[in-house]
């Protein structure tokens, strides 16, 4: 997927690619700019107590950092959703700085969908997505299995790249 080219990481993506990227860029924008809700576990996994043992010190930690924290993911996402192309496949050029908040967005789309799939640490993916397709290949969770291990391999390739960037 990803590769070195020049001081840039190169990557040429399918029309249905562009769409699936950009869905989920979109979902992330709009989960966290929707009035965002705390008690929803995917937000808890974005924004985690930095003192899970203490609320009132983590309530005041996110008084003042989490609106910045909100922004940068935000513009993260938007990373993506600038350097697709607007319709069709296309190629795209990311240089180090944005190579590394795509690497962030993916990240960030990672941990949400994961929590909404119940994707452990300890989880096989492949014999979780066997198992969906068995249960029901035409199912929405084998859909978002897919787009999950889809991201992972684009994150990898994105890591792989970017090390040679400098």
């Known amino acids: 997927m990803f590769r070195r080219s020049g001081g840039q990481c190169v990557a040429t993506f399918a029309h249905d690619e562009v769409r699936v990227l950009r869905k989920v860029a979109a979902e992330v924008v709009g989960l966290l700019t929707d009035g965002m809700d705390h008690t929803d576990p995917v937000v808890g996994r974005l924004f985690p107590d930095i003192y899970p043992d203490r609320p009132e010190d983590s309530s005041e930690f996110r008084l ?3 609106g910045d924290l909100k922004t940068a993911k935000i513009d993260q996402a938007g990373a993506i959703l600038a ?10 050029r990311l240089d180090g700085e944005a190579a590394e908040a795509w ?11 994961g929590t909404r799939l119940d994707i452990q640490a300890d989880t096989d993916l492949a014999e ?30 994105l890591l792989n790249a970017l090390p040679e960037i400098e």
């Open 103 to 113: 690497l962030r967005a993916i990240n960030d789309a990672r941990l949400a969908m």
């Open 64 to 66: 003042y950092t989490e």
């Open 128 to 157: 979780e997505l066997d198992d969906a397709v068995l249960e029901d290949p035409g199912s929405s969770r084998v859909f978002q299995l897919s787009v999950y291990a889809y991201l992972g391999y684009l994150q990898e390739s």
């Open 83 to 92: 350097a697709l192309p607007d319709e069709g496949e296309g190629e795209v």
